[in-house]
């Protein structure tokens, strides 16, 4: 939410989803005044819905961050995201937004929930259509410009074939 909140387009994101459930650990992590703004406006109209987790919730945070802390090998999945992937695994929810890696990596494997990050919101965007352009590399560019999220360019050529084929044309500049 920081990287969005700066991101000129960040309300398409109402577009693609009916809510989004945040919970007050993520809230916590929140300093920016864009951010902040972002969020109340979010919270005020009823599209972030603020969530607590139960205390067995709590411990199935704690049990898959420990999992993770065990390999030192492992990125390490933080406390909010951990809140975020149990929360919607207890309630039926299929997507989580984050871009924590190692989070992504762990329910890639299970694909419940599918964690989006940034780049999987554009293309969804993009590829329904939510941002119209005819140049889609140059839209992944002006949001790592606006927000200073860069992605990686193999990530983003794949995406952009990816929208390409939904689309049904061909645009490599």
Known sequence: MIDWAKYKKRDIIKDIFKSVFITIDVMDEITSEETLSMVGDYLADGFFVPITLTDTEREKVHE??????KDNQAPTIHEPEASVAV????????????????????YQIRKNPEVWGALDVLK????DDLITTSNIKKEFEAYSQETKHLFRKKDVEKVIKEIENIRGTLNLN
């Open 124 to 127: 969804k965007a993009l590829g």
């Open 87 to 106: 929360f919607a695994l207890n309630h039926g929810i299929e997507i989580v937004l984050s871009e924590n890696t190692a989070l992504k990596y762990h």
């Open 64 to 69: 898959l961050m420990i999992s993770y802390t």
